[in-house]
């Protein structure tokens, strides 16, 4: 372990490199059991550092065998080691460093640095693995052109890969082969990446807007090429995208994808070097869901428009890591919603904004979009950064209107293209391109915490005028006690009997950007404000937030008539799905407080007749009307019921399926009618319209077999009769889930049967035997810890039972015995040395504690406590657990 109490680094503590990188020469010489890497750096003092200052370097489980300076071997007593680095303290201005250092690849469970993946060499540096490879200012902001070479066996190891140019390939008349690469493009050590293995290829390519060719190219295993169609045509619209929409074009000959299987996050972004977790490239109507060739399509496109936003221009340091991670997912979400259904899209990452972020806001790691400190950078690849963070660059982007956004997008490419630079430049680069003053708007990246944004509206029928006044806060968070007001572009229309009312606001109207005269934009800036709106002829119902307009709670006292109106009415398709989930929420809380007090719960028929209504109008887009339909689940029930005194986990999940069931059984014809309405019979395709209608009639299915037990019927001869992921495994879903116990275990042996050879596959398997519910189920996932088809090093399948379990079965995670808290612990234990990252992502269910009413809270408490205990914690672990036990 490298600090058993690691402390924190400070952004205010930033301090430019005192030595730079202008070349990096690498050669690697991969063996069965350990991997030797001899590095020459060109590196120079940087300038104004004073000359008897010493060369840092980083490193970390590393084997030194050699060092020279300037060709020169330098002596034991010319440097030293440390755990994390090597100092030598008198170097010149300018000067070569060449090291030989070996390493062991093959004992690198951190799937950090270099490791296998199974047969696989590869590299995953971002963010600090680098240094576990050679010895290197492994920092952003120091960028170098990498010029590698590759030696391996040349049978097990045919392809060697990594960024920018093939330069040469010999084959060394030994059985082993060596390829050399040149990458132009300085870049910072996260960007590099390696790859050998016995790989295949499928091979297109690009014509870039101005004439280029550009080489594509995915690597897989050979049983895999078959699977690899949908990842090179979202590579060849994401490419085009970039260039209509934002004038980017790609800079190199070739750009190559990499499938591996062992991999901790979705994918990475090396420069001409992707490298992705399997489960985010490959895809297959047999294999993969809608849902999953809707994230292949993202992630590509996230990964390629990286090569702009994060490579060509790149972060000075960790802590903007939004800049390159914000802005991206904000490109990749105009992207998905140009592919499909663009309220749908916003639906969707609203609902991950509100269910995950905001719980993240008001937990232990609460932190800013740019964080002032962290222990572990690795901890902070957070909702937080990603997706709060893309929510503030669609926030200037509403505020600065689309073209003035583009403008500024221009500018900050050509202005900082080839630099490693901050948040504060991105907004300056914005600010001006526009001239719009995004002073205040700063803020939202150094506040922490999820703004409060409470609306009340009063009528005046004499004068004919509605005032809204609205009010902002934000609740402390740690280390953040006072909260300054936000800039909040607050979106709006009003609704009245017969549509949306034509919008004028009272006196001057600086705030107001108009799109049409019923929809406008409010920029709120004051802790209180209020907006008078004249020739307002009825009482209107304020339709508000519309498109998610910003990343805050929203609390307006709607009646459920109100709610009803909006959900059925307004023209802004966000609006009317956030007053269906506020309507099942509301709903909800009645009957959670009804079966607390021991009543029977009652489900208000407003609501049921408003949700048969809407799926009657087959008129609808079915995937909206799905969404619309879907309860929220029992997590995102829990966290808002910890607002209101302590989330009851038994009580919620009654409640839900209290009205879950009165729903099906009221709307039972109409289910079955959607559910025949939509089949698909037509060929599959992951397209829009398809994936709508398997969308509604799946949910449909899951609502009839809660109506009436004889629907499993349907259930099963789906999962018997289905032709593609989708339907099978949504169908599988259901018969796991409310099935016999005999039902269920025959499906889930026939899926198992069939797909054992498909890893992603039987991934989802361990995923859906994660959440059937009911006594046993722990038992079940903890047996499944030994089944052959699980693995502990792999993240994938850890993710899919593991965080399975404790996310998708609240009931039996909460277990009152407190067994579930401590599967979980034990799972931690295992991985907090051998994959700290992914023990730490795992802690989060727990981390929650303080959410939880009765017994719960202290029992989650207390296994934190446990783990705190352990000796060798990693940084990653030690982190999340000090930050959680802090009062
Ligand atoms: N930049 C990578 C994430 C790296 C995570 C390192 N722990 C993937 C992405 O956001 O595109
Ligand atoms: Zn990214």
Redo the contacts with the bound molecule.
């Keep these: 372990m490298r600090d058993a109490r690691p402390s924190a680094i400070y952004l205010k503590d930033y301090r430019p490199p005192a030595f730079l990188i202008e070349r990096t020469e690498l050669a690697f010489d991969l063996h069965e059991d350990h991997a030797i890497v001899e590095a020459t750096l060109h590196l120079r003092r940087n300038s104004g550092v004073a000359p008897e200052e010493a060369l840092v370097l980083h490193g970390q489980d590393l084997e030194l065998q050699w060092l020279a300076l300037d060709g020169r071997e330098l002596s034991a007593g010319e440097y030293s080691q440390s755990d994390d680095g090597l100092r030598i303290a008198r170097v010149p201005q300018q000067f070569t460093l060449s090291s030989r250092t070996r390493i062991r690849p093959q004992d690198n469970t951190s799937l950090e640095g270099l490791y296998k993946s199974r047969t696989l060499f590869c590299t995953?540096c971002?963010?600090e693995g680098f240094r576990k490879i050679t010895w290197y200012l492994d920092r952003p902001d120091v960028m170098a052109e990498f010029d590698v070479s590759i030696e391996a066996d040349k049978a097990r190891y045919p392809v060697l890969l990594s960024n920018g140019n093939p330069v040469a390939a010999e084959d060394l008349g030994n059985g082993r082969h060596r390829a050399r690469w040149h990458d132009p493009f300085p870049k910072p050590a996260y960007l590099f990446a390696l790859v050998a293995g016995d790989l295949h290829s499928v091979d297109d390519h690009f014509t870039t807007a101005s004439g280029r060719q550009v080489g594509l190219r995915i690597f897989v295993e050979e049983k895999d090429l078959d699977k690899c169609e949908h990842a090179m045509v979202s590579l060849k619209k994401s490419m085009r995208w970039d260039e209509e929409v934002y004038g980017r074009e790609y800079d190199l000959d070739i750009f190559n994808i990499v499938a591996v299987d062992d991999f901790?996050?979705?994918?990475?972004?090396n420069k001409s070097l992707n490298i992705f977790n399997s489960s985010c490239v490959l895809c297959s109507p047999q294999t993969t869901t809608d849902k999953g060739f809707q994230t292949v399509e993202a992630i590509v496109a996230?990964?390629y428009f990286?090569n702009w936003s994060?490579n060509r221009v790149t972060c000075r340091d960790w802590f903007q890591l939004s800049l390159k991670?914000g802005f991206?997912v904000f490109r990749d979400a105009e992207f998905s919603a140009d592919m499909g259904s663009r309220t749908v899209k916003r639906v969707e990452d609203a609902t991950v904004m509100r269910t995950a972020q905001f719980a993240e806001d008001a937990g232990p790691m609460a932190h800013p979009v740019r964080p002032d400190s962290f222990i572990e950078i690795?901890n902070f690849?957070t909702l937080t950064v990603?997706e709060k963070g893309a929510e503030v660059v669609r926030m200037i982007h509403t505020l600065l209107g689309a073209e003035a956004f583009r403008k500024g997008a221009d500018l900050y490419f050509e202005r900082h293209d080839g630099q490693a630079v901050t948040c504060e430049d991105f907004v300056r680069a914005m600010e001006d391109a526009s001239g719009v003053d995004l002073g205040q708007f700063r803020r939202w990246y150094a506040q922490a915490g999820t703004p409060v944004l409470s609306v009340a509206g009063a009528y005046d029928e004499a004068a004919q005028t509605y005032a809204l006044t609205v009010r902002q806060s934000t609740p402390p968070t740690p280390g953040q006690a006072h909260k300054e007001p936000l800039l909040i572009p607050l979106a709006l229309g009003l609704l009245g009997d017969a549509g949306n009312l034509p919008l004028q606001l009272a006196g001057a109207a600086p705030n107001v950007e108009s799109a049409d005269n019923t929809h406008l934009v409010l920029k709120v800036s004051e802790a209180e404000q209020t907006f008078v709106f004249s020739g307002v002829r009825e009482r209107p119902v304020p339709s508000l937030l519309r498109g998610f307009s910003a990343p805050v709670r929203l609390e307006y006292d709607y009646s459920r008539a109100e709610l009803c109106a909006l959900m059925s009415r307004d023209n802004d398709g966000f609006v009317r799905w956030d007053a269906a989930q506020q309507l099942a929420i509301s709903v909800l809380q009645e009957a959670e407080e009804q079966i607390h007090a021991g009543a029977a719960p009652v489900v208000d028929p407003l609501y049921l007749n408003a949700c048969q209504t809407l799926l009657e109008d087959a008129s609808l887009d079915a995937a909206m009307v799905a969404e619309m339909l879907r309860l929220p689940g029992e997590g995102y029930l829990a966290e808002l019921a910890a607002r209101r005194g302590g989330a009851r986990v038994l009580s919620i999940h009654l409640a839900r399926e209290a009205v879950h069931k009165a729903l099906a059984v009221h709307a039972e014809a109409a289910w079955l009618d959607a559910y025949r309405r939509n089949a698909v019979n037509t060929p599959y395709a992951p397209e829009a319209g398809q994936i709508a209608a398997r969308s509604l009639r799946n949910l449909s299915l899951e609502y009839l077999v809660l109506a009436r037990d004889e629907h499993i019927a349907l259930a099963r001869a789906q999962f018997a009769s289905a032709g593609n992921m989708t339907d099978s495994l949504a169908a599988l879903k259901v018969i796991s889930q409310r099935g016999s116990a005999a039902q269920r275990d025959e499906a889930l042996d026939d899926f198992y049967r069939r797909w054992k050879s498909e890893t992603l596959v039987v991934n989802q398997w361990l995923q859906v035997q994660a959440a059937v519910p009911g006594e046993g189920a722990l038992e079940r996932v903890q047996g499944l810890l030994q089944h052959e088809a699980f693995d502990l090093r792999n993240p994938n399948k850890v993710r899919a039972l593991v965080a399975g379990f404790a996310n998708g079965n609240p009931l039996q995670f909460h277990r009152a015995d407190g067994a579930g808290y401590r599967f979980l612990g034990e799972v931690i234990e295992a991985l907090n040395t051998r994959n700290p990252?992914i023990a730490a992502r795992l802690l989060v269910p727990l981390t929650r504690w303080r959410n939880y009413a009765g017994d719960q809270g202290p029992a989650m408490r207390s296994e934190l406590e446990c783990l705190a205990a352990l000796p060798d914690l990693s940084p990653d672990v030690f982190e999340v657990l000090s930050k959680s036990l802090q009062d």
């Design positions: 995953q971002e963010a901790n996050m979705g994918a990475m972004e996230h990964e990286h994060g991670e991206t690795s690849y990603y990252q």
